[in-house]
C-alpha cells in the first residue's frame, strides 16, 4: 500500500485527496524511505492553492510535503552511505513526501540520531536548514550584529533565533504576544507583539531582516535597515523588484545540505538546539493541517504521522 496526499487541481484545502499511487522503486542513487512523519510547511498550501505556478511549475496530479522521517527499505545501485533499516531524515528539494514511501536521493538524507524520535525528526530539515541557510548564508550575519526576525516563533523562526543568538547576535523578534515567553527561553532578546506595537517603531539600525511573513513586515522593514545591511526573504519571490534604491533584498530557496543536517540533528538530540513540536496530525487530518498553516500563527511545527 502507498497512501499518497495529492492535488489533481489547485485550489482550497477540498483540493487535497488521499489516492493510492504506485509503490516506488529506487533507482542509482536512491533510496526509498518508508516514511513515519513528515513536517507541514508553508510551501505546502502556497503549491496547492498554485500561487507559485510560476516558480514551481509542476504536472499535475501532484503529492505535497518536502521533507520526511522513516526509515530505509530499499537501496538503489551505487548508494553506500545507508543499509537497509537507517532511519533517517531530510529535505527533498522537491515535492512528495506525504506518502508511505518515497524514493529519494541517498545524498539528501542525513541519520537520524537513536534518542531522537521520527515527529521530532521529521520538524527538523526545512525549517533548520532553511534558517541555517538564510542567516549565515545569504544574510552574512555576524557576531555582534542585530537581526530582526519576522514570525520568529514558527519553524524556521524558532530555529533561527537559536542559531543567530548562538552566533553572538542581537535578536529581536515579531511574533503574536503569547509567544513572547517561549522566543526568550530560545534566545530572543527583544520580542514585540506585531499586533499591538509598530516594530518600525522599535527597531533601528538592523543589520539583517529576515523575513517568513511578507506583505506589509516586508514593506516596513526597509526603513529601519542599516546601511550596509539586507533583507533575506523567503515568502516574498518579487522582493527584487521591490527592493528600494540603495538597500540590499534576497529572495531566499533552502538547499538540501545532508552534512548540515546531520550536524543539527545531532544537535537538537543532544539538546543544543530545540526543534519545537506544536501538533502531531495522521494523515487523515494533513489537508486541514496545511489550512490551518496558511491562516494560523502557532509555534513550532506541525507534522503528520503516518502509521
Do not use: C
Not at 56 to 69: D, N, R, S, V, W
Not at 184 to 189: F, K
Amino acid at each position: 500500500m502507498n497512501r499518497a496526499l495529492l492535488i489533481h487541481a489547485y485550489g482550497g484545502a477540498d483540493a487535497v485527496s488521499i489516492d493510492r499511487i504506485d509503490l516506488p522503486t529506487a533507482a542509482a542513487g536512491e533510496v526509498v524511505v518508508r516514511v513515519r512523519a513528515a513536517g507541514v510547511n508553508g510551501l505546502d498550501w502556497k503549491i496547492r492553492d498554485g500561487s507559485l505556478q510560476s516558480v514551481f511549475p509542476l504536472p499535475l496530479p501532484a503529492t505535497l510535503g518536502i521533507e520526511l522521517a522513516g526509515e530505509v527499505t530499499e537501496i538503489g545501485a551505487g548508494v553506500t552511505r545507508f543499509t537497509v533499516g537507517d532511519r533517517v531524515l531530510g529535505a527533498l528539494g522537491a515535492i512528495g513526501a506525504y506518502a508511505d514511501h518515497v524514493a529519494i536521493d541517498a545524498d539528501k538524507l542525513a541519520p537520524i540520531p537513536d534518542s531522537l524520535d521520527d515527529t521530532i525528526a521529521a520538524a527538523i530539515p526545512v525549517a533548520a536548514l532553511t534558517a541555517w541557510q538564510a542567516l549565515f548564508e545569504a544574510g552574512e550575519l555576524k557576531r555582534g550584529q542585530t537581526v530582526l526576525i519576522h514570525g520568529a516563533a514558527g519553524g524556521v523562526g524558532s530555529f533561527a533565533v537559536q542559531l543567530a543568538r548562538r552566533a553572538g547576535a542581537r535578536v529581536v523578534a515579531t511574533a503574536r504576544g503569547i509567544h513572547a515567553a517561549y522566543l526568550r527561553e530560545l534566545g530572543a532578546d527583544e520580542v514585540i507583539d506585531y499586533r499591538t506595537t509598530p516594530f518600525w517603531e522599535v527597531a533601528r539600525n538592523v543589520d539583517l531582516v529576515l523575513d517568513l511573513v511578507g506583505g506589509p513586515a516586508l514593506t516596513g522593514s526597509w526603513p529601519i535597515v542599516a546601511e550596509q545591511g539586507r533583507i533575506v526573504s523567503t515568502a516574498a519571490p518579487e522582493i527584487a523588484t521591490q527592493t528600494p534604491t540603495g538597500k540590499r533584498g534576497v529572495w531566499f530557496q533552502m538547499r538540501t545540505d545532508a552534512a548540515k543536517l546531520a550536524e543539527i540533528a545531532r544537535e537538537v538530540a543532544q539538546g543544543n538546539l530545540r526543534a519545537e513540536v506544536s501538533e502531531i496530525v495522521d494523515l487523515s487530518q494533513a489537508a486541514d493541517a496545511i489550512e490551518r498553516n496558511k491562516t494560523g500563527h502557532g509555534r513550532g511545527k506541525t507534522v503528520v504521522k503516518f502509521q
